[in-house]
């Protein structure tokens, strides 16, 4: 296989909307007549994918879903969850996990992030349903993630919201990336794919969880406020200059009398 057309494949999965990874799949099988060692060869890419989405995925034996992020990777294909206190393989194109295992934390911060990780998850069962979330240690800072899907191909449209937070211990201050993706595909396709980076924030008090939390509760609240302003000019403003609302005479056309106008008669052959 050609090294432009193994990067085109890349950039086929890496592009996927989120919830249609397994349809993007087929697409390739069906164009590459089923040649596997394709999509072998973008193995890296379904990996970025995966950990850029944010993909959830259920451990044998477990009930609830864990993330698949790169804060929480581990050597040799495999991730691990601080809840569960599990490691466990992930095979990236079949979006799996197998050979769960016990896995110990080793972080000085064990008692914030399960504090962190309690109050992450009311958040988000109050907030977002269908929704996973995680706290990942790394050597300068605690990860908060939350992923929030809504899958319904039934009606055409496929999303996620995703949230990364960096909070700091040393100085109390948390920064982040928040990204709204949605796919529309009902007689088109338009998809929705919007960045919003959160600025170092001062967290108050002692810097406990609660109060971590508080912040991150505001900005998501200011966000979504944000999007929901942009998505009103784009209804009154940008959506609407597509189109003529009405005729050049200024005048809606009555569809019933559509015989008697001058043009219908010529085009129907009624004017000799």
Same mark, same amino acid.
């Given at each position: 296989?050609?090294?432009?057309?193994?990067a085109?494949? $890349?950039?086929?999965v890496?592009?996927?909307? #989120?919830?249609?990874?397994?349809?993007?799949?087929?697409?390739i099988?069906?164009l590459?007549?089923e040649d =596997?060692?394709?999509? +072998?060869?973008?193995?890296?890419?379904?990996?970025n994918?995966?950990?850029?989405q944010? !993909?959830?995925?259920? @451990?044998?034996g477990?009930?609830?879903? %864990?993330l698949?992020?790169?804060?929480?990777?581990?050597?040799?294909?495999?991730?691990?969850?601080?809840?569960?206190?599990?490691?466990?393989?992930?095979? &990236?194109i079949?979006q799996?996990?197998?050979?769960?295992?016990? =896995?110990?934390l080793?972080?000085?911060h064990?008692?914030?992030?399960a504090?962190? $990780?309690?109050?992450?998850?009311?958040h988000?069962t109050? &907030?977002?349903?269908? $929704?996973v979330?995680?706290?990942?240690? !790394?050597?300068?800072s605690?990860? @908060?993630?939350?992923?929030?899907?809504?899958y319904? #191909?039934?009606?055409?449209?496929?999303?996620?919201?995703?949230?990364?937070?960096h909070?700091? !211990?040393?100085?109390?201050?948390? !920064?982040?990336?928040?990204?709204?993706d %949605? =796919?529309?595909?009902e007689?088109g396709?338009?998809?929705?794919?919007t960045?919003?980076?959160?600025?170092?924030?001062?967290? *108050?008090?002692? *810097?406990?969880?609660?109060e971590?939390?508080r %912040?991150?509760?505001r900005? +998501?609240?200011?966000?979504?406020?944000?999007?929901n302003?942009?998505?009103?000019?784009?209804?009154? *403003?940008?959506?609407?200059?597509?189109? /003529?609302?009405?005729?050049?005479?200024?005048?809606?056309? +009555?569809?019933?009398?559509i015989?008697?106008? /001058?043009?219908?008669?010529? %085009?129907? *052959?009624?004017?000799?």
């Amino acid at each position: 296989m050609s090294s432009n057309n193994s990067a085109a494949i $890349s950039k086929f999965v890496e592009g996927a909307p #989120p919830g249609e990874l397994g349809d993007v799949v087929k697409d390739i099988k069906a164009l590459t007549s089923e040649d =596997h060692s394709v999509l +072998e060869a973008a193995r890296p890419a379904f990996k970025n994918y995966n950990e850029e989405q944010l !993909t959830a995925v259920k @451990l044998s034996g477990g009930g609830k879903s %864990v993330l698949i992020s790169e804060y929480n990777a581990l050597e040799e294909g495999r991730y691990y969850d601080t809840e569960s206190k599990s490691s466990f393989a992930f095979d &990236h194109i079949l979006q799996k996990a197998s050979d769960v295992q016990s =896995h110990t934390l080793d972080s000085r911060h064990t008692d914030l992030i399960a504090s962190l $990780s309690k109050t992450l998850d009311t958040h988000a069962t109050e &907030h977002y349903p269908s $929704s996973v979330s995680a706290v990942f240690p !790394t050597p300068d800072s605690l990860i @908060l993630l939350l992923s929030a899907s809504k899958y319904s #191909p039934s009606n055409f449209y496929n999303g996620r919201l995703r949230t990364t937070y960096h909070y700091s !211990t040393a100085s109390q201050t948390l !920064t982040g990336v928040l990204t709204c993706d %949605v =796919h529309y595909y009902e007689d088109g396709n338009v998809r929705l794919l919007t960045k919003k980076a959160v600025p170092e924030t001062k967290v *108050g008090g002692s *810097g406990e969880a609660s109060e971590v939390m508080r %912040v991150i509760a505001r900005v +998501e609240k200011a966000w979504q406020e944000e999007l929901n302003r942009g998505f009103g000019r784009l209804a009154e *403003g940008d959506f609407k200059a597509l189109r /003529r609302q009405l005729p050049v005479t200024r005048q809606k056309v +009555e569809w019933e009398k559509i015989g008697g106008y /001058r043009a219908a008669k010529d %085009v129907g *052959g009624g004017r000799r």
